[in-house]
């Protein structure tokens, strides 16, 4: 088939624009068009964009003292940014090169503690100078121009026909009467949703097997040891002191719910020591151990103010009573810190007597129930 | 225009065959103009919005860059980089390359800076666009899609936030990411499965900074930049708002036109935050995480907050009572649920639905392109202002040990303060900016009525002080002024309407010469708004023979007014 071939459904042919072709290309001839000048062809184009250019103010008059002002202002905005965008590639590129090292030490002071300042100080220079600079020219050399550009609300020709489209379509597929179609399909469409929902199943796991919250690796005769693993004796605190301890088992100081603060009371605070029911012999001496992971969130407590017996917790400001069982007395935690029983061993240094005997750490929804 | 063109408008410059060329093959000549051609119309609160794009784009360029040298993983290693304090202490792969990037990466510090400070950045952006787009009631019918599209991003931008600065796993971190463990735990019924499905077990896992990593690099960027196109989209298809004034309707936007002077303005605006994120980045420190340390479930440091736009959640858990609710069956509702989760989605619900629920209660279901000023509605203003102290209580509450700290008072009081403040001072603040509003409204309608005051007091033959005022149109025989409030700002002093000659440009010398502005001022009929404006300001000058239309009082011969009952 050459280009030439005029039978029907071929390519070629006769090549013209049907009925439908045309726009504003009928209504203006190129030779029209050649004929206005600049600025007419510019508003016509805009009235075609339902846009109508009320008023220009044409911006300074050339070669006034105005403009060249205002050049001057630009040019030295824009010449000014280039020098700090060159500043900065000097400052990258030189440190370590002709200027000092820019790698950063703790006790230097010089060069290198102004390396990111410095890149920060001409990139951010530059870049808001570049940005004044065009700002600048657009509002003191540019023609100011009022514009009025129609809004159209929604076109009832559009809805009419594109509705008529629509239904059509809708009709023609017959999906209103064949109702086995629809049917499957809407039963196909469920469990293709279904089937491609189900790997997401991939990131369920229970949290019950083996009751994880409710454990921590504290049991019968672990000792507790200090940050770097030494173990502790009765004799080692002064009272009113407190130690973060973790269990002696491997990674025991890296793990997320077993620190615990071993605290040793100061005489006054232990004769008005009111322990939690049941949990009075938890206590060694005027030892007491009290898990450091916070009941409201999680964090840990830290800060032990022992002239009021208080442990505040920095995140959320909750508030625990050492001599009342760790009980919270102000702020959002709503249970007491778990106490953990502590005795001595033969070799006199501090163990578990067994786990915490309730769940540490946050509260959740069924921590009573394991 | 003849030079580059032949009689039959082919083009003879080689730029313009080139132009000619292109269009033959992509037909963009039409698409390109009806783009050059769109008006914007020219007010700097409009342009808020834009400025949370430009800060989306650095983080996105910044963040893009980092991603070179993170390591998003949970594995241990030990520290043998360049930053001597913490040498041979063991951390996680991602705190350990967050510190080689800042300390032996040439210019990564840098970029971290610059990459926290556009996503503070974009979040104040998104808010205070927010705001604007709220009090003057910019949300109205149609552009409600848009509305929710720009809070869903709001919330994706937390997310974006949060997932961020969780990622280097230093001590700070570390502690927000047990908070948000624990707040995942106290949702009911599911909380301990749905903990298990982020953190594929239990705290603190090995998988999560890998899930936060894809999920802050690749999931919410990809939402966010669809809805930032679709939210950009639905603007230039439903056109800009304006603010009511002279020739402005519903059915038009008067501005300017895309090519050159918004364009300019606006690359200038992209250029600007661009240096502004920029000289932060590099002036300002931001989350030093080497001074944190890597995280360790033991340890955490006084005054941890998290950023600025999650401190509002961090200030309702500080307040919240300690109220856990047991149910019967040993089960618990923990405290922690209701002011994070529940708060949280209970603030954002409301603001997504505020265009409904105003459609509800007012029963205005009519389109609205023209902005309204906030003093016009006060209810809904009000409203604002009261969630916005709500807000803004929770978040000094969220420093509150900050607050004691550094100015000695009881941190106790502190949040006391909190749990009042958050039920008393909004609805005070509520009924304050309804009064100051109807205030506002009262004065606009005054000096319509009455004109503005000149300052010149005037003795009457019979004793009497008068302060004369300068009506602002016609007036009727009460020499009241018959101009109605059509909602834009209203005229107060002298000089907005003419009252004096604008200053004579130069600084060190005048570079023009007096007699020209004078002439230009008297001259100066510049578009629709001057056509306003002259028919505002010639009117009652008496070197003008009087106003045009004199009323009923020909007695007066068009000096200024003196006010009358």
């Not at chain 1, 050649?34 to 075609?48: I, K, Q, S, T, V």
């Not at chain 1, 530059?126 to 121009?145: D, F, I, N």
């Not at chain 2, 409301?350 to 279901?365: H, Q, S």
């Not at chain 2, 200053?503 to 001259?523: M, S, T, Y």
Request: aromatic share 10%; charged share 20%; glycine share 12%.
């Amino acid at each position: 088939m050459t280009t030439h071939d005029t039978r029907p459904g071929s390519s070629g042919g006769a090549d013209t624009p049907g009925p439908l072709y045309g726009g504003p290309d009928d209504d203006y001839t190129p030779e029209q068009l050649a004929a206005m000048p600049r600025e007419d062809l510019d508003r016509l184009g805009a009235r075609y964009d339902g846009v109508e250019i009320l008023h220009v103010d044409p911006g300074p008059e050339p070669g006034s003292p105005m403009e060249k002002r205002a050049i001057r202002q630009v040019g030295l905005l824009f010449t000014l940014a280039g020098l700090c965008a060159f500043a900065f590639v000097v400052v990258y590129v030189g440190s370590g090169w002709f200027f000092p090292d820019w790698q950063w030490d703790v006790t230097e002071t010089g060069w290198s503690a102004f390396f990111t300042p410095l890149l920060g100080l001409t990139m951010g220079l530059s870049l808001a100078l570049v940005g004044v600079g065009l700002v600048l020219y657009s509002k003191k050399l540019l023609p100011h121009e009022t514009a009025v550009q129609d809004k159209h609300d929604g076109s009832h020709f559009d809805r009419v026909t594109t509705g008529a489209t629509l239904v059509g379509g809708l009709h023609n597929s017959g999906l209103a009467r064949r109702k086995l179609i629809t049917r499957s399909l809407g039963f196909m469409g469920g469990g293709l949703g279904l089937m491609l929902l189900m790997p997401l199943g991939g990131l369920i796991n229970n949290p019950n097997t083996g009751n994880p919250l409710g454990r921590t690796a504290w049991a019968e005769g672990v000792r507790l040891v200090r940050n770097d693993g030494s173990p502790i004796r009765p004799g080692d605190q002064e009272p009113g002191s407190l130690e973060t301890v973790f269990p002696a088992v491997a990674g025991g100081n890296r793990q997320s719910d077993a620190a615990t603060m071993l605290i040793r009371l100061r005489p006054a605070q232990l004769a008005e020591a009111r322990p939690r029911e049941g949990q009075d012999e938890f206590g060694y001496g005027d030892y007491v151990a009290y898990s450091k992971i916070c009941t409201h969130a999680g964090c840990p407590v830290s800060l032990y103010e022992q002239e009021t017996s208080r442990i505040l917790c920095p995140c959320h400001q909750s508030q625990f009573d050492v001599t009342q069982g760790a009980k919270p007395v102000f702020g959002p935690a709503t249970r007491s810190l778990p106490q953990l029983p502590i005795t001595v061993d033969d070799e006199g240094y501090f163990v578990a007597r067994g786990d915490y005997p309730e769940a540490v750490g946050p509260t959740y929804w069924n921590r009573e129930r394991i | 225009m003849a030079a580059t063109a032949t009689a039959t408008g082919a083009p003879t410059s080689r730029l313009g065959k080139q132009a000619v060329e292109i269009d033959d093959r992509l037909i963009v000549a039409g698409p390109l103009r009806r783009t050059l051609n769109k008006v914007f119309p020219d007010h700097w609160s409009f342009l808020l919005g834009e400025i949370a794009l430009y800060s989306f784009l650095i983080a996105l360029l910044s963040g893009t860059y980092l991603t070179f040298f993170f390591d998003p993983s949970l594995r241990e290693v030990v520290y043998e980089g360049s930053y001597a304090p913490l040498r041979g202490v063991e951390m996680s792969a991602a705190y350990d390359s967050a510190l080689n990037l800042s300390f032996d990466v040439r210019g990564g510090l840098f970029m971290r800076q610059v990459h926290h400070w556009a996503a503070l950045m974009f979040v104040a952006s998104i808010v205070v666009h927010l705001l604007r787009i709220f009090f003057t009631g910019a949300f109205r019918r149609p552009r409600e899609t848009n509305w929710l599209i720009g809070v869903v991003m709001l919330v994706l931008a937390l997310l974006m936030g949060v997932t961020g600065y969780t990622l280097p796993d230093d001590l700070l971190s570390g502690t927000g990411l047990r908070i948000i463990s624990a707040i995942i735990l106290s949702i009911p019924v599911i909380g301990t499965w749905a903990h298990w499905a982020v953190f594929g077990g239990e705290f603190v896992g090995e998988l999560i900074i890998g899930r936060f990593y894809i999920a802050h690099v690749l999931i919410i960027p990809a939402i966010l930049l669809a809805l930032i196109a679709v939210h950009l989209l639905l603007l230039v298809k439903q056109k800009h708002t304006q603010f009511a004034g002279p020739g402005r309707t519903e059915h038009n936007v008067v501005g300017n036109r895309l090519f050159p002077t918004f364009a300019a303005k606006a690359t200038g605006l992209l250029f600007v935050v661009f240096g502004v994120i920029a000289a932060l980045g590099g002036l300002v420190q931001i989350n030093p995480v080497w001074l944190w340390g890597p995280y360790n479930p033991s340890q955490v440091s006084a005054a941890s907050q998290p950023d600025w736009y999650i401190l509002f959640l961090d200030g309702s858990t500080r307040i919240f009572p300690a109220w856990d609710i047991n149910l019967p069956g040993d089960y618990t509702i923990p405290a922690l649920f209701w002011p994070t989760v529940v708060i949280a989605g209970a603030m954002f619900t409301l603001l997504a639905l505020y265009p409904n629920i105003e459609r509800k209660l007012t029963g205005d279901t009519a389109s609205h392109h023209l902005l309204q000023r906030p003093r016009d509605v006060p209810v809904r203003t009000s409203l604002g202002m009261m969630g916005l102290t709500f807000y803004l209580v929770l978040m000094l509450s969220g420093g509150n040990d900050v607050f004691a700290d550094k100015f000695d008072v009881s941190l106790n009081a502190m949040i006391w303060f909190g749990r009042l403040g958050v039920i008393v001072i909004p609805p005070i603040v509520y009924v304050l900016t309804y009064r100051i509003c109807l205030g506002l409204q009262k004065h606009d309608r005054e000096v319509l009525e009455h004109g503005i005051e000149t300052g010149v007091i005037r003795r009457l033959p019979h004793g009497e002080f008068i302060e004369v005022h300068q009506p602002l149109g016609p007036v009727d025989e009460h020499g009241h002024g018959i101009l109605a409030y059509g909602g834009a700002p209203v005229p107060k002093k002298m000089n907005q309407i003419g009252g004096a000659r604008r200053a004579i440009r130069g600084f060190f010398k005048p570079i023009e010469e007096p007699a020209q502005v004078e002439l230009e001022q008297r001259a100066e009929g510049r578009g629709i708004a001057a056509d306003e404006r002259r028919e505002l300001t010639s009117s009652g000058r008496p070197s003008e023979g009087g106003r045009p239309s004199e009323g009923g009082r020909p007695s007066d011969g068009g000096r200024p007014q003196a006010p009358r009952d």
